[in-house]
């Protein structure tokens, strides 16, 4: 997350998650303070409609 404020728009960033990942996307929503409207955060929150 620190590396792609840094790259150039013509390059890709490759995040690997374990597992099924759909799991995980609350989790990188919640860290990255992303907007995830498909399920409760991680936290607790409630969904946004």
Request: hydrophobic share 30%; proline share 4%.
């Amino acid at each position: 997350m620190k590396l792609a404020p840094t790259m150039r728009s013509d390059q890709s960033l490759l995040v690997n998650l374990s597992g099924r990942g759909d799991k995980d996307i609350g989790t990188v929503a919640d860290l990255s303070g992303a907007e995830f409207y498909d399920r409760p955060s991680s936290r607790g929150e409630k969904v946004k409609q």
